[in-house]
């Protein structure tokens, strides 16, 4: 399985796959992103009538994927099977719908796949000389 994939639709035949590093033979798609892979509690903070706050967890902490990309090239979207790059995955998440939808994340570890939806962040995106982006792509995994 090629490492930091996207497919979509999660657990199915994919009709989508965004790929960061498909195939070590291929420098188009080889990117290695620092990204930050914590819980995030599911919780309520509710202040008291006499100024006290009480927290109440709701449920589950889901895991929080944050990938960081400093020099994302262009991509394509040439072919649903092998969208690459900015483009690439701008398009995926479009398909997507921009969270409406989950999708299958695969990381660097050669986990399985984790269903998670996209939360933000296409929005910190911008274009650096050369054709390369940078920016944050921040997903939740789906409990």
């Known amino acids: 399985m090629a490492t930091y994939q996207w497919s979509y639709p999660y657990n ?47 449920g589950t902490a889901p895991r929080v994927f944050t990938l960081t990309f400093g020099t994302l090239q262009e991509g394509s979207i040439a072919n649903d099977a092998e969208l690459y790059g900015y483009l690439g995955m701008k398009y995926f998440l479009e398909t997507t719908g921009w969270g409406e939808d989950t999708f299958g994340f695969y990381d660097h570890v050669g986990s399985s796949e984790i269903e998670v939806r996209y939360v933000s962040g296409i929005e910190s995106f911008r274009r650096l000389g050369g054709g390369r982006y940078e920016g944050t792509i921040v997903l939740r995994e789906e409990l």
């Open 12 to 58: 199915d035949t994919d009709t989508h796959t965004c790929l960061f590093s498909a195939s070590p033979a291929n420098a188009t798609y080889q990117w290695r992103p620092p990204y930050t892979d914590a819980p995030t509690p599911r919780q309520a903070r509710v202040q008291t009538q006499d100024g006290g706050v009480r927290v109440y967890n709701l």
